[in-house]
């Protein structure tokens, strides 16, 4: 784990952050440019984005600390496919939940319970299938640095957010 | 010490860095609103206004209602002047308290959003900035964030203004704090980030958390009170209140205040959720039903059991508020509060439990969804007054101006209301109120609701609605209080001239912001 691996698996932590969060910032700008100026559209887009960042940041300890207690073969080049993989899946999985807190409220024990198996499951299969397999790890390496660049635009506009933010209240 | 990701960082490094943890539990400072000089002149009146959210005229027994909702402010206004035609500028919070506060209709202030703010002349063309000309020590207080928006505009000319948390159970906003220069934005963005509304939370990971956060902590500041409230715990999006703590800070708070003093206190019962104290649980299952009336196109679908359980449930939560506010007059008149002080109850706007709507989340501007109650008690009255010309919600600024001696600025929109002014009441006058939550800040209203109401008749219009363009509607309110029978067909005379006059004062608001 290098420090190149380290900026990278940062840039693939705020990815899913950060389209989640845009997305819903897109649906709720027809709304605000009906009532607000440009300038304070702007700023209330700028808090959520704002805080994306900050999530990201959150989001990424749990990643380091995963690297850090990681066996010493899985710190080295398989640590950003891992990191990739497990981030994406985990992010799928709690989109998944946004669009089903209604359903999920009516669920018994055994319904919470073999839905958390599952998930469980998805992790370890995906964490063994990217350990063993040097074409997968290689393929979502060759990803992730291809998202890094998104991510990249997302990090600038989140910079830019903090600046309206700064500006709006000093 | 081994390095332990390669980059310079080891074990000590982080241990330090987990050693300022504890610091997040700091508290950020709350807003403290510029202090301006102290109050001047002692001789001046005071002035108490109390907004209850969401209250109908059309619910309160001394304006003919059938249940004894409200049996302190009957009293009350045994000893006060009654307003029984007294309208709102719209029908939500918003327009109805900017109207309020600022003397102005929602077509100028342009506050007709949820969450809407007034445009920039009018941050300082409010009852606070004018009052504050005579040295008036103001302090203002809301439970509901949509007014709380409204003080943040105004609060460079509010003494003492109070966080909204400060008279909650619990309060889990925290864009006030940490953002009081930008409060709306902050605001609606923390609201998005946690919350989202008709969307999902912006936030992927921790609205998860916080929402635990907010489940759990609910549950633990509201445990004791439990058993007082067995509907649940009075509440509104992310906050929890009991209106006792509010009742008892107030009779305190008005106590100590500097005089002269302008109070403007903003309390959320009975806005729903309909949530009252046990005393009052099922007190009106009495089988009482008022006059049905036919669903209008813009039904919500609701059943009339629906909305009968609804009305109830809405009455006896009156019924709460009106048991804390008769204990708050007794308290004030008791200790002395009340000398010299004008005392003014009144709302923001009504609700409706009719034609298949529920609350006031609506197009239409029904009677009950815009009339409220205005009483208002001069220092030392003792007789009732009854005033039944029509009235409006941006007369109380004029009003109060006038009875502190200032001028009234041109801006304001409202006049002196009767018997508190050396001239004869205009009975001719219009009312206007506005519903218009679609359209654009800055430009001319194309989708919107407006009524007007002049002497026993009220005219409303639609406009800019898929199912309902450009429709009329006219009632004759003396011979037809409930709104049933539409005579805009069958007066062609009078509706040409109401529908011009209000067409005419639309024009005139809209052309502030042609081309903006």
């Known amino acids: 784990m290098n420090r190149e691996n380290l900026l990278l698996a940062f840039l693939v932590v705020l990815f899913p952050v950060h389209v989640w969060a845009i997305v819903n910032i897109f649906f709720k700008v027809p709304g605000w440019i009906v009532q607000m100026s440009m300038w304070d559209v702007a700023g209330t887009a700028a808090y959520p984005l704002a805080f994306a960042l900050l999530e990201s940041v959150i989001v990424f300890i749990p990643v380091v600390i995963l690297g850090l207690i990681l066996p010493a073969s899985l710190r080295g080049d398989k640590f950003l496919p891992l990191i990739t993989a497990l981030v994406l899946l985990v992010s799928i999985w709690v989109g998944i939940l946004h669009f089903s807190l209604g359903a999920l409220q009516a669920w018994g024990t055994v319904e919470l319970l073999l839905g958390l198996g599952a998930f469980l499951l998805s992790l370890v299969v995906v964490f063994v299938l990217v350990a063993r397999s040097e074409k997968l790890s290689s393929a979502i390496t060759a990803f992730a640095k291809r998202l890094a660049v998104l991510s990249a635009l997302y990090l600038l506009i989140d910079i830019f957010g903090l600046i309206v933010i700064v500006v709006r209240n000093f | ?516």
């Open chain 2, 1 to 516: 010490m081994s390095d332990l990701t390669g980059t310079g960082i080891t074990r000590r490094d982080v241990l330090k860095l987990l050693s300022v943890l504890p610091l997040l539990t700091v508290d950020l400072p709350t807003l403290q609103a510029g202090r301006l000089p102290a109050a001047q002149d002692e001789n001046l009146p005071n002035f108490l206004i109390l907004v209850f959210d969401a209250l109908s005229a059309f619910h309160l027994p001394f304006y003919g209602y059938a249940r004894q909702t409200a049996p302190n402010l009957t009293r009350f206004a045994e000893k006060a002047t009654v307003f029984h035609q007294h309208h709102a500028g719209g029908n939500f919070t918003t327009p109805g308290t900017s109207s309020l506060l600022t003397g102005a209709l929602p077509w100028s202030t342009r506050a007709f959003h949820l969450q809407g703010t007034v445009i920039e002349p009018y941050v300082k063309r409010n009852i606070f900035s004018e009052l504050g000309k005579k040295g008036y020590y103001r302090t203002a207080y809301s439970h509901n964030n949509l007014v709380t928006s409204l003080f943040f505009q105004f609060h460079q000319d509010i003494d003492e203004f109070i966080p909204t948390r400060e008279l909650c159970l619990l309060d889990d906003e925290f864009a006030d704090q940490l953002f009081p220069n930008d409060y709306t934005p902050a605001f609606l963005g923390e609201w998005l980030t946690f919350r989202g509304g008709e969307t999902r939370p912006s936030s992927l990971f921790l609205s998860f958390v916080h929402r635990l956060y907010r489940s759990l902590h609910k549950r633990m500041k509201t445990r004791d009170y439990r058993d007082q409230f067995p509907r649940g715990i009075p509440e509104l999006h992310n906050l929890s209140f009991v209106l006792e703590d509010a009742t008892d800070w107030i009779i305190n708070q008005v106590q100590k205040m500097p005089r002269p003093f302008l109070a403007y206190y903003h309390l959320l019962p009975p806005h729903e959720p309909y949530l009252t104290r046990k005393d009052f649980v099922d007190i009106f299952h009495d089988g009482w039903k008022p006059v049905e009336k036919p669903e209008h196109p813009f039904t919500e679908g609701h059943t009339n059991q629906f909305l009968l359980r609804n009305r109830r449930e809405y009455d006896e939560y009156i019924a709460y508020a009106d048991a804390e506010f008769g204990r708050l007059y007794d308290a004030l008149e008791k200790n002395g509060s009340l000398e010299n002080t004008y005392l003014i109850v009144t709302s923001d706007h009504g609700e409706m439990f009719e034609r298949g709507v529920r609350g006031h989340v609506t197009p239409v501007l029904y009677e009950p969804v815009i009339r409220v109650p205005l009483l208002i008690k001069k220092p030392g009255q003792q007789a009732r007054e009854d005033v039944h010309i029509p009235t409006s919600c941006v007369d109380v600024l004029p009003t109060l101006l006038h009875l502190a001696g200032l001028e009234i600025p041109d801006w304001a929109e409202g006049q002196v209301l009767p018997t508190f002014g050396a001239g004869e009441p205009d009975s001719e006058r219009s009312i206007f109120a506005l519903e218009a939550k679609k359209n654009q800040k800055h430009a001319p209203l194309t989708k919107r609701t407006v009524m007007m109401v002049k002497d026993r008749y009220k005219i409303m219009h639609f406009t800019g609605y898929e199912k309902y363009n450009d429709v009329f509607e006219m009632y004759d309110l003396q011979d037809d209080p409930e709104e049933l029978n539409n005579i805009f067909n069958s007066h062609p005379a009078l509706a040409s001239e109401m529908k011009s006059e209000m067409f005419e004062r639309l024009v005139q608001a809209d052309n502030n912001f042609l081309g903006a």
